[in-house]
């Protein structure tokens, strides 16, 4: 029998260098998958700030706005930020709904301002009355994340109309201003209703500031309930605060991405590239967004 000899491969022509064969090196790819991953997450984390924060906002407010407007058909909406046991509302309670013409805003403004409250609108803090009571009632709002409501609030000027819906009816302000750091408080004299409205100052994503903007209770004053004494906002609802009690979701969504990022680079290695651009694109882009939602409570929450 005769053995034929394998057929070899032809020479290179002349001044052209052997190709080289290079082994692939194992860890080097998973490095960059994994680097690829990363950047995946960072991309997830723009978007859920930007664009599917403006969508969780627009849905928190419509939601939002059933409940209060049910409440006010009931005459049981809030007037006080206690409830009638005398315990403190609960976080993202809607209490009141304000419309600035000018600026064509109408928000539901809920109870509290930590960071995760204020993603689903403005809120209200605690320890000041509620618009339209004698005192100055103070209203937080987002510049540029999750629906930036309070974006344009540097814009209001003097004589420009705020109007509020509590429990306790239709209360109109004037504006008196807008007030940057260092600028002089307006004190609200005793018997008469004040409103501020605040925010970031500076760079959409970049803040450097609150900027507050001061209006007078036009309308009638009304009675007003029992005040929360300072106590009552805890350090994550204070202005420009993170909410440090995001860390722990975070660190459990942070281990779930891990496996779910080394099962793609798995699936990819033993399987193929499609199979793992099918399974691995879904997975790890819902746990990476659910994680870009939680880390965004740790930014300062007017921002």
Same mark, same amino acid.
């Given at each position: 029998?005769?053995?034929?000899?394998?057929?070899?491969?032809?020479? #290179?022509?002349?001044?052209?260098?052997?190709?080289?064969?290079?082994?692939?090196?194992?860890?080097?790819?998973?490095?960059?998958?994994?680097?690829?991953?990363?950047?995946?997450?960072?991309?997830?984390?723009?978007?859920?700030?930007?664009?599917?924060?403006?969508?969780?906002?627009?849905?928190?407010?419509?939601?939002?706005?059933?409940?209060?407007?049910?409440?006010?058909?009931?005459?049981?909406?809030?007037?006080?930020?206690?409830?009638?046991? &005398?315990?403190?509302?609960?976080?993202?309670?809607?209490?009141?709904?304000?419309?600035?013409?000018?600026?064509?805003?109408?928000?539901?403004? *809920?109870?509290?301002?930590?960071?995760?409250?204020?993603?689903?609108?403005?809120?209200?803090?605690?320890?000041?009355?509620?618009?339209?009571?004698?005192?100055?009632?103070?209203?937080?709002?987002?510049?540029?994340?999750? &629906?930036?409501?309070?974006?344009?609030?540097?814009? *209001?000027?003097?004589?420009?109309?705020?109007?509020?819906?509590?429990?306790? &009816?239709?209360?109109?302000?004037?504006?008196?201003?807008?007030?940057?750091?260092?600028?002089?408080?307006?004190?609200?004299?005793?018997?008469?209703?004040?409103?501020?409205?605040?925010?970031?100052?500076?760079?959409?994503?970049?803040?450097?500031?609150?900027?507050?903007?001061?209006?007078?209770?036009?309308?009638?004053?009304?009675?007003?309930?029992?005040?929360?004494?300072?106590?009552?906002?805890?350090?994550?609802?204070?202005?420009? #605060?993170?909410?440090?009690?995001?860390?722990?979701?975070?660190?459990?969504?942070?281990?779930?991405?891990?496996?779910? =990022?080394? =099962?793609?680079?798995?699936?990819?290695?033993?399987?193929?590239?499609?199979?793992?651009?099918?399974?691995?694109?879904?997975?790890?882009?819902?746990?990476?967004?659910?994680?870009?939602?939680?880390?965004?409570?740790?930014?300062?929450?007017?921002?």
């Amino acid at each position: 029998m005769t053995v034929l000899d394998k057929p070899q491969p032809a020479p #290179a022509p002349p001044g052209v260098p052997e190709p080289r064969y290079r082994p692939e090196r194992p860890a080097l790819l998973l490095a960059g998958q994994m680097v690829a991953i990363l950047g995946a997450v960072l991309l997830c984390f723009v978007a859920q700030l930007v664009f599917l924060g403006a969508l969780k906002h627009e849905r928190d407010q419509n939601s939002a706005y059933n409940a209060l407007r049910a409440d006010l058909a009931k005459a049981t909406a809030p007037v006080s930020g206690l409830t009638e046991d &005398g315990r403190l509302l609960d976080s993202g309670t809607p209490v009141a709904i304000i419309e600035i013409p000018r600026l064509r805003l109408q928000e539901v403004v *809920l109870e509290g301002t930590s960071s995760r409250t204020l993603k689903s609108g403005p809120g209200h803090v605690r320890n000041t009355p509620l618009p339209g009571q004698s005192g100055t009632s103070t209203i937080y709002g987002r510049k540029a994340a999750y &629906g930036g409501p309070f974006a344009q609030i540097d814009k *209001l000027r003097q004589g420009d109309e705020i109007v509020v819906t509590t429990g306790q &009816g239709e209360h109109r302000y004037m504006v008196q201003g807008v007030r940057r750091v260092n600028d002089k408080e307006r004190v609200a004299p005793a018997g008469e209703g004040r409103l501020t409205l605040a925010t970031a100052d500076g760079s959409y994503f970049l803040p450097t500031d609150v900027i507050r903007v001061d209006a007078r209770l036009v309308s009638e004053v009304q009675a007003k309930t029992r005040q929360l004494p300072a106590f009552a906002v805890p350090d994550n609802e204070r202005a420009m #605060a993170g909410d440090r009690s995001a860390l722990v979701p975070i660190a459990l969504w942070t281990l779930i991405l891990a496996a779910a =990022g080394v =099962g793609a680079v798995y699936v990819r290695q033993r399987v193929g590239r499609w199979q793992a651009w099918v399974i691995g694109v879904p997975v790890v882009g819902a746990v990476a967004l659910t994680l870009a939602d939680h880390s965004a409570a740790l930014l300062p929450n007017l921002m």
